[in-house]
């Protein structure tokens, strides 16, 4: 073979282009070259020496591909984005995250599915940042929990916009003070259709609250009084996905079951997806235990709750 001129570069980017660009393998250019295919195999090895075949990998701008994908191992997850902040804060983390949610939404669902949400400030900014829905209905998971303006309502009510999309909002409370009221609260026609399409949702979009340290709308409940907490921050609650409290091993704290008007445990495990949106130093001991819990086949966090989710 020649030595480093014209001819020899443009030989080696002739067989680079027949491999890479155009699909053909080192047997098909040797029979058209007359080369051996071992000699076709040591022109491709050069060309990437010289620099005429050149690899980009492209990865989605803001994204951390490398803690993502070690996120997904280590929890077993079907999804997993780790989004680059500038500082490690809960209000960049909720700012980036809910653009993020909004940028790869329609990566989780098509047009045939149901999507399903809970309360969250984050998701919240996820739906002001979309410009469509791709899915055929959506569905509020959970009754309002704190203010109304960080409720599912009012994420169900901005998705509810885009035509061709049915919500199935849920007017009430996420707790009630007892659990007669709450089973008369779903006997009530709206919220038991509602409840109804839990068994229709395809994906899950969800929040997670953080019990310790506080930092969740389900406590901020007026139906949950003092007594209440402090039963459940004795059993050791740390995190809640709608109204499913769970401990720092992944344990289903069940005492509120029979006062919440949210999805249950059951129903949310039998949904095919569910990815949870949250970060923020406040929230990763929370996140932790909930991936812990296994309710969870996704995970949309920053870049710094990633790192301590790895070194945890």
């Known amino acids: ?3 480093a001129g014209p001819l020899s570069n443009i030989q080696l980017a002739h067989v680079a282009r027949e491999h890479y660009v155009n699909g053909k393998s ?12 071992f000699k076709i195999g040591r022109m491709l090895d050069e060309a990437r020496e010289r620099g005429i075949i050149r690899f980009e990998i492209v990865s989605t701008p803001g994204i951390d591909l490398d803690l993502s994908m070690r996120l997904k191992r280590r929890y077993g997850l ?10 490690d804060t809960d209000e960049a983390a909720q700012s ?7 940028g790869i ?37 959970a009754g309002v929990a704190g203010p109304i303006q960080e409720s599912g309502l009012e994420v169900i009510r901005r998705l509810a916009s885009f035509p061709g999309v049915q919500p199935w909002p849920i007017y009430a409370s996420l707790v009630m003070s007892d659990a007669q009221t709450a089973r008369g609260t779903l006997r009530q026609p709206g919220i038991r259709a509602a409840v109804e399409m839990f068994d229709e949702v395809t994906v899950a979009l969800c929040a997670i609250g953080s019990w310790t340290p506080p930092n969740s709308l389900m406590m901020m409940n007026p139906a949950i009084d003092d007594e209440d907490r402090r039963r459940l921050l004795g059993l050791g609650a740390v995190a809640e996905i709608a109204s499913t ?10 005492d509120l079951d029979d006062r919440c008007i949210a999805v249950t445990e059951t129903q949310l495990r039998a949904i095919p997806s569910r990815v949870a949106v949250a970060g923020g130093s406040s929230k990763t001991r929370a996140i932790r235990a909930s991936l ?14 990633a790192a301590r989710l790895l070194a945890g």
């Open 78 to 87: 079907e999804h997993a984005v780790a989004v680059e902040l500038p500082v």
């Open 292 to 305: 812990s819990s296994g309710l969870l086949t996704g995970l949309i966090t920053d870049a710094f709750t």
């Open 26 to 37: 080192r047997v098909e250019i040797s029979s058209e070259t007359g080369l051996s295919r």
């Open 245 to 254: 409290v769970i401990t720092d091993t992944g344990e289903v704290i069940h």
């Open 96 to 102: 980036a995250l809910g653009a993020a949610a909004a």
């Open 105 to 141: 939404l329609h990566e989780l669902i098509d047009h045939d599915g149901v999507l399903g949400l809970t309360s969250g400030r984050t998701l919240n900014v996820m739906a002001r940042q979309l410009h469509e829905v791709p899915c055929r209905a959506v569905v509020q998971l």
């Open 1 to 3: 073979m020649p030595g």
